[in-house]
């Protein structure tokens, strides 16, 4: 196990090296002169090569992006030019609220997602089953930002059972009002990934109960519980890992536009706003975070494969 680990981790670098390379290329390419906005409306041409210079945005290409690399790999992301508030400061305060919206939306994804495909995959001809493909197939119809406003529209104006603005309250403070206050945009990211979950989940199970595993197992005098969720319900979570693993990268994806909806103070709002006010420094910063913990969700998956199956970690 420890060395399926370290050929995961020695992958992991290179790749996030890559990552960091695009994200300073692409904000590299972003019209504009961070010096400019640094320097404010009326600045002289000698002021902004002033600040260039100070910066070292006056070097070559390579050589900047060399620095910035060097300079992220010590904790030291700039600073907001808008602002003049460390960029690791800011994304230490919204990260924080970004992951715990996460942790809700992947919680109500698997409560939703799970039950719905053993449901759809067992039976999936069976009045159960095509009720479900039916839910299935309209949830995946529903963008997520245009469910985030049928739910304030639903729950906040008509109900008012929920704020229509999401509040960050962490969790362990107060358990209660950080699900008040984050239910809606972790209900509006999390419908959408769990549809997809649940159809290749419900695909997955079909198939494995199919098998002559499962036939051997019945043959053997197995209830039907007991065959549905100690072998054919293992076997189809491997594939499925990875379903919900790209989906749980779509939430961080999708946070950003269900954040600004619900104006919630995570990584969505804060990169939202660095857009507009073209901070490049802390879109930089946003950017790089969002890639490693991207990253780092796909070697935990990884990891959950050699729990899963333990033939991964031999081949």
Known sequence: MSRFLLRRLAQFVPVLV????????FVYALPGSPAAIIAGAGASQAEINAINARLGLNHPVWQQFATWLGNSLHGNLGTSAVTGTPVSSLLGTAAPATAQLAIMAMVVLVLIAVPLGVAAGVRPRGIVGRIVSGFLSVSLAVPPFW???LLILAFSVKLRV????????PFWQDPAQALRGAILPALALA????????RFLA???HEAMRSDYI??????GAGEIRVVLRHALRNALLPTLTVAALQLGALLGGAIIIEVIFTYPGLGSLLYTALNSRDYAVIQGALLLIVAIFLAINLVV?????????RIRVS
Request: hydrophobic letters at 60%.
């Open 18 to 25: 890559i990552g960091a390379l695009a994200i300073w290329g």
């Open 162 to 169: 929920f704020p229509p603005a999401a509040i960050y309250v």
């Open 191 to 198: 419908i959408y990934s769990a549809s997809v979950t649940a």
């Open 302 to 310: 990884d990891l959950l494969y050699a729990v899963v199956d333990p």
């Open 215 to 220: 036939r051997t197992a019945r043959a053997k």
């Open 203 to 205: 695909a997955s199970l």
């Open 147 to 149: 469910l985030g406003l």
